[in-house]
């Protein structure tokens, strides 16, 4: 290190010498130069950034330290201040802003792209930026805002990325360097600890692989690494013994029906799997299990079984770190927030971790694990981004989660990311990754996801409304465009094109060898072939037009449909007698709301029906109707069952004469059609040619070749410009509303600048009509919940409260704002405005109002951190409408409903939240 001063001096301030791949990083980043820094969970890649942190403070520059979620920068904060001071520090977040001017700053990846877009003076000075947890860039619908920050930095600007292992880090390295100049790409593969991968059988722990020790040490399974055959023999005896059950439940009629009644494996309790790994001298450990009601669950079984793993110092030492974190909660909420069952289990050694708990409550979590006093975690697999909580052993409950949406397999990337945490650097010799055997389970299968390294790192770039208007207050139109042009995703899709292009190219020169191949001596054989081809052309079209018009009828049958008919669904899932209570005519075409004779409320496609439909009956369908809320379902089911329980099946739907004689027409047509062509083809020469028939297959494969190269050709069509042209859609509608006019962002287009909620233009277009401009603070609060909420399961919410008067008919007046500028997005092939969600309208305004916590969280279906989180999301959007509404009363209006929501738990906000 002898030609790298500040590395030498850095590196004394570990006692542990640094690593190959951080030697190699942090020479780069002393040489000026960007990094990309691809590593395994817990291999030490943040030394990176503390390096470029280093640098800064050595040579009076700034750094920011930026990361996804408040939680990681407080972490982050708290060392760094540890190691630096308080006043070379400095934190902001949307809860925090401490020392803004510091010369190193760390914030979430929010905050520098809102400086960016605002030219803050902050920014003055700026020498390097550390991206932790880079790789985040891939999240739906957060992800933009890396490749935004790493775009628009200026380019004296040090951008050091630190990313969880990928597959295509190369890739992202290339892209890098095309947006950032000089920036090197390092990879390091090898964990620092060995990771041991193991199946928990009953109350026993077998290896995953049959070399598991020789795997472990070289730091990765390979793919296609041999399954110890002992978890193959437990995988056979227990599919046998299920299958032999299942046989003479069948046959016997013994068991409970005719459900698998096999011998099954004995399944630890939860308190079982900890037992066992104390046992085995595993802990500490973090036990996944994808449900907040299940970590829970998990620590109250724990304690029922009085399950104990501390010592009475120890115990101690806990309960006077917790009491001294919740001093400031009034005893009232501490009760409402099981306060009590959350420190008997601390100071027992166990404790959940998920996000519907309190920041201060995952504050104490984290601090006492750390500390080594917290033994185990039951977590959802939020903890596993970022925050540094490294254990001896990751235990996966199961190999499945809910995404949201649906129950899903873990995918490799994401096993890799959550076992990744086994294995603490300087305390643990070994790691421990422990999956639980669920019935039914193939070993080969958990072992594809430890030894698959195919997990490529995706843009999930887009414009959005907010970024356009910024954009083109800053560089104008066009040089925008060109902007966007070099995003990650932009990049990707042109590597896409690449392959797609060859193979055009092969396509192209394939045609010319078919097309010599089917010359004949007699005439132009492909003119021939066209008319052959013409032929199967017209037939097959005929049959469309048919289809076509059955369609158009079924339509027709659907746009005439009223609230309150009864209706038979002709086939589907849903099929059977529904009432329709959403004609559902704003789209593009009819996709009708209704509750079925089974109880459910779905929106009907027209996959749904094959033949028209006719309203039956009709009957009453209250005005606030509300398919989320299954006492109103259940009351319509029984009125639907009551008016159709006597009806006599319809008879089949026939079309109506009138179309009947139109498609005898049609046919006429076409019949005369296919005669002059196939009398064309009898005259020409080479109809009589005797080898017609093999010319007649080389010219088939032409014309399908050359379907599949205008195929192609579109799709390298569609894969270039993919960005600019989205850009240039959302422009349009910008210039439609008025907000953009060229090159210059209007007066209108001001308010949209400053709100930064994935609902911008909403509340942009509220602000500009006045909307809110009626409303008090408590009733803006209501409001504005329904662009910052969104229901986890919208299909399982009850029907929320609703506050009435004014609140009621401004969230209706918002309903119908979106509900325009949805049908302006379509219009323009966008999608990205969602409906507000009323959900949480009553909590916001019983809140902001000083209700009690107990109260409000009484009225609703959410845990208290979920509680704290929207409010803080609310909380910044008023903010935002506040700043974005300038020289208006509404200002005023908005900060002050800040500052009521800002009280109690929503205002205890620290360093470790």
């Known amino acids: 290190m002898t030609d790298h ?48 942190v280093h640098l800064a403070v050595q040579s009076g520059r700034k750094c920011f330290y930026t990361t996804p979620i408040k939680a990681l920068s407080n972490q982050k904060y708290a060392d760094l201040v540890r190691r630096y001071g308080a006043d070379k520090v400095g934190l902001l977040t949307g809860d925090n802003t401490i020392n803004g001017e510091a010369p190193v700053v760390v914030m979430t990846t929010e905050v520098l792209r809102n400086m960016l877009y605002a030219g803050s003076r902050t920014l003055t000075g700026l020498g390097f930026v550390v991206m932790d947890e880079v790789h985040y860039l891939a999240d739906r619908s957060r992800g933009a805002v890396w490749e935004e920050v790493i775009i628009h930095l200026p380019e004296s600007v040090a951008v050091i ?132 009601v299940g970590c829970d669950a998990a620590v109250q079984q724990c304690l029922d079984a009085n399950l104990r793993l501390t010592t009475p110092e120890e115990r101690d030492e806990i309960y006077a770190f917790v009491e001294e974190q919740c001093r400031d909660l ?26 519907g708990m309190l920041p201060r409550f995952k504050q104490c ?61 300087g305390l643990d010799v070994e790691g421990h990754g422990v999956v639980l055997w669920q019935q039914g389970m193939n070993p080969g299968e958990v072992a594809g996801l430890a030894s698959t390294r195919t997990y490529p790192l995706r843009s999930s770039f887009r414009p959005s409304y907010n970024m356009a208007v910024n954009l083109v207050h800053q560089f104008g139109r066009e040089r925008s465009r060109q902007l966007l042009e070099s995003s990650f995703a932009q990049f990707q899709a042109d590597k896409a094109v690449v392959g797609l292009a060859r193979k055009l190219r092969k396509s192209e020169d394939a045609l010319a060898g078919y097309a010599d191949a089917a010359q004949c001596d007699r005439g132009d054989f492909m003119e021939y072939a066209a008319l052959r081809r013409k032929v199967s052309d017209v037939e097959k079209g005929a049959a469309k037009a048919r289809r076509r018009d059955e369609r158009d009828d079924v339509i027709n049958s659907l ?3 009223k609230v309150g008919d009864v209706i038979l669904v002709p086939n589907g899932k849903f099929a059977g007698y529904a009432v329709v209570t959403d004609p559902g005519l704003s789209h593009d075409e009819p996709r009708p709301s209704v509750v079925t004779a089974g109880g459910q409320s779905r929106r009907l496609a027209m996959i749904d029906f094959t033949t028209p439909v006719e309203a039956l009956d009709k009957v009453r369908v209250p005005r606030n109707f509300n398919g989320r809320n299954p006492q109103m379902r259940r009351d319509l ?136 401009n009626e409303l008090d603070a408590s009733e803006l609060a209501a409001v504005l ?123 205890y906000s620290s360093v470790a939240e």
């Open 637 to 772: 089911t029984s009125t639907l069952r009551h008016r159709t329980h006597k009806f006599a099946p319809p008879p089949p739907s026939r079309r109506s004469s009138r179309s009947s004689r139109a498609d005898a027409t049609a046919l006429s047509g076409v019949e005369a059609e296919v005669a002059a062509l196939r009398q064309r083809m009898r005259e020409h020469p080479c109809h009589d040619c005797p080898d017609r028939e093999d010319h007649a297959r080389w010219g088939e494969r032409w014309f399908k070749l050359q379907q599949e190269a205008t195929t192609l050709k579109r799709r390298v069509e569609s894969r270039t410009n993919t960005i600019a042209r989205q850009f240039d859609r959302v422009c349009d509608v910008l210039t439609a509303m008025e907000y953009l006019d060229g090159d210059s962002v209007t007066e209108r287009g001001v308010h949209l600048q400053r709100i930064y909620s994935d609902m911008d233009l909403v509340a942009a277009e509220a602000i500009r009509t006045g909307l809110w």
């Open 365 to 425: 979590v984290e601090e006492l694990y750390l500390r080594g006093l917290c033994r185990v975690v039951f977590a959802t697999e939020t903890l596993a981004l970022g925050i540094n909580m490294p254990a001896r052993t990751v235990v996966l409950e199961k190999l499945s989660k809910w995404n949201g949406e649906a129950h899903v397999d873990l995918t490799p990337g994401e096993y890799t990311q959550l076992t990744g945490r086994a294995g603490r650097r």
């Open 785 to 907: 919940s329904a662009l910052a909420f969104e229901a986890r399961r919208p299909d399982d919410a009850r029907s929320p409260k609703m506050p009435s008067g004014r609140i009621r008919d401004s969230l209706r007046d918002l309903v119908h704002l979106w509900s325009d500028l949805d049908e302006l997005e379509r219009s323009n092939k966008l999608d990205f405005l969602r409906e507000p969600d009323i959900g949480f309208a009553w909590a916001a305004y019983r809140w902001a109002e000083g209700d009690a916590l107990d109260d409000v969280l009484g009225g609703i279906d959410l845990a208290a951190g979920d509680f704290v989180r929207v409010m803080k999301q609310l909380l910044d959007l008023a903010v935002q409408v506040g700043h974005a509404s300038a020289g208006t009363p509404l200002r005023a209006v908005a900060l002050e409903a800040a500052d009521r929501l800002r009280r109690g738990v929503v205002s």
């Open 559 to 561: 746009v005439r449909l």
């Open 5 to 52: 001063p500040s590395l030498r001096e850095f590196s004394t301030l570990y006692d542990f010498p640094l690593d190959d791949f951080q030697v190699r990083a942090c020479r780069e980043v002393e040489e000026g130069k960007g990094v990309l820094v691809a590593a395994p969970t817990g291999s030490g890649k943040t030394i990176v950034g503390e390096f470029a």
């Open 161 to 292: 990325s630190l990313s969880a292992t990928v597959s295509n880090a190369e890739e992202f390295g290339e892209w890098l360097a095309t947006v950032r100049g000089e920036v090197t790409t390092i990879v390091e593969e090898k964990r620092p600890v060995p990771l041991f991968q193991h199946v928990m059988v009953g109350k026993q722990l077998h290896d995953l692989f049959a070399d598991e020790e020789e795997l472990a040490q070289a730091g990765f399974a390979q793919e296609g690494a041999k399954v110890n055959p002992h978890l193959l023999r437990v995988a056979r005896d227990d599919w046998a013994a299920t299958r032999f059950k299942d046989r003479r439940d069948k046959k016997g009629n013994r068991g409970r029906g005719s459900r698998p009644q096999g011998r099954r494996l004995y399944q630890p309790t939860r308190f079982d799997v900890v037992s066992r790994l104390d046992a085995e001298g595993l802990l500490p450990a973090i036990v996944f299990i994808f449900s907040r």
């Open 330 to 355: 009034p005893d009232d909420d501490l009760e409402v927030l099981g306060y009590h069952e959350f420190l008997d289990g601390l100071t027992r050694g166990v404790a959940a971790h998920h996000a």
